[in-house]
């Protein structure tokens, strides 16, 4: 069986070219279906996971933190090799996610969650930023889940058992920010999972891909 060769990061100064370059096209792929519809997004029935999560506008700086997870992630990665299969697998969760956005759109009912009263002004402002920023809508699967398990994949093999434990335990709880902040249905989370999974398979683990970067 053949096998498949790919482009990798040549330098230390390409691979932020190669990142910022990941960044625009998973921002397109994004923000394109997140705003134009094929069709009506629907709404995805509310299982009891859901309901039993609480509101907690607070973890919204986790629910950031995620994107400063996935920066972090790209700088600290000092094989260029790895750093190169990290953004294709960054690339390809991507692309498949927003086909799914594009051909089943779900939407969330943010409506149910109203900011609290006592919830602080800092807190309340972050909310309203990315209820502005983001629409309710590409929430099957959970990008917020796919990333985590990408970053803590990649960081594996040059971190100790402890320092992985640490990651694993920050991408869990990056991830939960997404119920917690109300942002996504507890199907989302698991939708993600597998899709997570299989792109670390395909471009950490797969023989058939290979990837230059010398």
């Known amino acids: 069986m053949d096998r498949v060769r790919l482009p990798g990061i040549l330098s230390r100064g390409g ?3 190669w990142g910022l370059a990941c960044a625009v096209y998973a921002a397109v792929l994004y ?6 519809h094929l069709r009506t997004p629907v709404e995805l029935p509310m299982t009891s996971i859901d309901h039993a999560v609480p509101f907690i506008p607070a973890t919204g700086w986790l629910y950031a933190g995620m994107f400063l997870f996935l920066v972090g992630t790209f700088i600290a990665l000092r094989d260029l090799e790895r ?3 990290f953004l294709y697998a960054c690339a390809f ?3 498949a996610a927003a086909v799914v956005f594009f051909l089943w759109p779900t939407v969330y009912p943010r409506e ?3 900011i609290p009263a006592a919830t602080h002004p800092a807190n309340a402002a972050l909310l309203e930023f ?7 809508a590409n929430c099957l699967p959970s990008l917020h889940v796919t990333t985590g398990l990408l970053c803590a994949g990649a960081l594996a093999p040059q971190l100790s058992t402890r320092a992985f434990a640490g990651i694993a335990a920050l991408a869990v ?4 920010s997404a119920l917690t902040f109300k942002q996504h249905y507890f199907a989302d989370v698991a939708s993600a999972v597998p899709l997570g999974l299989l792109g670390h398979f395909l471009f950490f683990r797969w023989k058939r891909i290979e990837v230059r970067a010398h």
């Open 15 to 17: 691979k932020y070219g």
């Open 31 to 36: 923000m394109v279906p997140n705003r134009f």
């Open 83 to 85: 750093a190169s299969r």
């Open 93 to 95: 969760v991507q692309l």
């Open 112 to 114: 149910l969650f109203a």
């Open 130 to 136: 990315f209820r502005a920023l983001d629409a309710p």
């Open 173 to 176: 709880l990056l991830a939960a």
